[in-house]
């Protein structure tokens, strides 16, 4: 493409190889696109349930990712087209609503664009698929809905949080540790629920890993971690009813914002500005001892006079602390974070039962754990694990988990898994296709035949025969009238997902459909691709 301009100025663009340009209309557009959204699907499809496939992925950095969660694997790929580019929001539109589901959202539409892609053949106009799945998604949601069950929970009664949790746990790398991770998950957001307001915030709850250890040695932790560790190796190793002084302003002397020098020309100038320097420090560390502090947390470096000082006056401190985990051991030990030493004061000082630093291994790796805070509303689940890969793996894991965990809190509605409220769905869907006359039926009964998509997958990758598998299911709910009815993924010799304890959040569910319907019907009414280079 070039640029010219005519007689009078004006530019005009020359287009190399116009001939050869293809522009993609009304149903080559339609069917362009449906294909761009199958092959991202049919990329995910394997991934899906307690069997699912992982994926490796490599960036350009040569780092490698291996995970089975959709939306991590859909946000790592290096996608060009523009209607996978949708599917690839579509999974982040549900990962951050609801956490869970990522997979099956985007297998459910790819399932709805093969679908679509049948009907459009047979004549009918997409905007009328469009309605019919409109119509369709309204009367899925309304039935599960009608198939779901309350559960009750509490405090003291987790089993049902941790039930769900497990469900999710199910399909990812760390299924062997799934009961301890789910009920981990579950004690870290019923620490930081407000189970009035049917509220959890998130943001209270540090997911921190390192390499070393196993699995099983996850752990949570009452308080806060920080891989940090004592400035100097001779301050104490552990403090008990720790005041904490929480600093963002450096044990540093002023320094001069001129560009002016100072030269010491003899050794009387050094020592003078030598002791300047430590009345400075002094100062310093004793507006801490002043309060009462038992501990300085700074988020600048000191250097060594400052370090050695600290030591000397029994004042033990940590530097370069983050910004966010400032702000969280501020909202766990109920301290405030202040900008200067004039502001301090004893009320602004933090209080911990116990802070320690703890070694791991052979190796000088040291973390400080601040622990039996005043505000015991901030937690932080710590990762153990075989190596980098396994640790990243289990922290989008966890994620899933907690989000399931906090959905369960805000609806405590259930439906049951393993395809069961799929297929059941499926069945009012093709049954309710009977009260539209018009072509919008087609289009209905498509529906049905996407959503049974998901419970074939299922069984597909379960190294289960799909049809002759599911077939068998449908029936069984149907002859029975159990929505309870599923794949058995994990070979337990019964279909009952309620014997299985295979359980789903409704409101994941109904967010998957609406979702999943939104798009398709967005790339159904898309009738003409105009390329860049065609402007």
């Known amino acids: 493409m070039a640029l010219a301009f005519d007689e009078f100025g004006r530019p005009f663009v020359i287009i190399k190889e116009q001939d050869q340009k293809v522009r993609l209309r009304g149903l080559d557009a339609q069917k362009a696109n449906i294909a761009s959204g199958m092959a991202v699907s049919r990329i995910l499809r394997t991934s899906l349930g307690p069997k699912g496939m992982d994926k490796m992925l490599q960036s350009p950095d040569g780092d490698v990712t291996i995970t089975n969660d959709g939306a991590t694997i859909l946000e790592q790929m290096d996608v060009d087209n523009q209607i996978a580019k949708l599917l690839v929001e579509l999974s982040r539109s549900q990962d951050y609503e609801i956490g869970d589901g990522t997979t099956g959202v985007v297998v459910l539409a790819g399932a709805l664009l093969e679908q679509s892609q049948k009907l459009l053949e047979r004549g009918i106009h997409p905007i009328r698929v469009a309605e019919g799945y409109e119509t369709a998604s309204r009367i899925a949601v309304e039935h599960l809905e009608k198939i779901s069950q309350k559960y009750d929970f509490g405090v003291n009664n987790m089993e049902p949080l941790v039930q769900t949790c497990m469900t999710t746990l199910s399909s990812k790398i760390v299924n062997r540790c799934k009961r301890s991770l789910a009920e981990i998950s579950v004690k870290a957001v019923l620490a930081v629920a407000d189970l009035e307001r049917k509220d959890v915030n998130l943001d209270l709850i540090k997911v921190e890993g390192k390499v070393g250890g196993k699995l099983e040695d996850t752990e949570l932790i009452y308080g806060i971690l920080v891989d940090k560790e004592m400035s100097h190796p001779q301050m104490p190793k552990q403090i008990e009813d720790a005041k904490i002084a929480i600093l963002t302003c450096p044990f540093e002397p002023p320094k001069p914002k001129t560009k002016h020098k100072v030269d010491n ?45 600290l030591m000397h006056r029994n004042l033990p401190a940590v530097r370069w602390v983050g910004g966010v985990e400032l702000e969280l051991i501020a909202i766990a030990t109920g301290g405030r974070i202040v900008p200067r030493f004039q502001e301090l004061t004893p009320e602004k000082l933090g209080k911990a039962g116990l802070v320690r630093e703890k070694a791991f291994g052979t190796t000088k790796d040291r973390m400080l754990y601040v622990e039996h805070c005043a505000n015991s509303r901030a937690v932080t689940i710590f990762i153990r694990g075989g190596n980098k890969m396994i640790i990243e793996e289990t922290k989008r894991s966890i994620h899933d988990a907690l989000c399931v965990a906090r959905n369960l809190i805000r609806n405590n509605s259930i439906v049951y898994g393993g395809g069961s409220a799929e297929i059941s769905c499926s069945v009012a869907v093709e049954a309710a296709a009977d009260r539209y006359p018009g072509v919008e039926q087609y289009a209905i009964r498509a529906f049905a035949d996407a959503l049974d998509s998901v ?81």
């Open 455 to 535: 419970p074939m997958a299922l069984a597909e990758n379960s190294g289960l025969q799909p049809i002759e598998t599911l077939s068998a299911v449908k029936s069984q709910q149907i002859k029975e009238n159990n929505h309870y009815c599923g794949i058995d993924c994990n070979d337990a010799g019964t279909n009952d997902m309620r014997e299985q304890n295979v359980f789903e959040t409704l409101i994941g569910k109904q967010q998957q459909i609406f979702l999943a319907t939104q798009v398709v019907k967005m790339i159904l009414k898309i009738d003409d691709v105009i390329s860049p280079s065609e402007y």
């Open 265 to 309: 020309d003899t050794v009387e100038k050094f020592q003078t500005l030598r002791k300047q320097e430590q009345q400075y420090f002094d100062v310093m560390v004793q507006k801490c001892k002043d309060v009462g502090a038992t501990l300085v947390i700074c988020q600048w470096g000191f250097d060594d006079e400052a370090n050695h000082l």
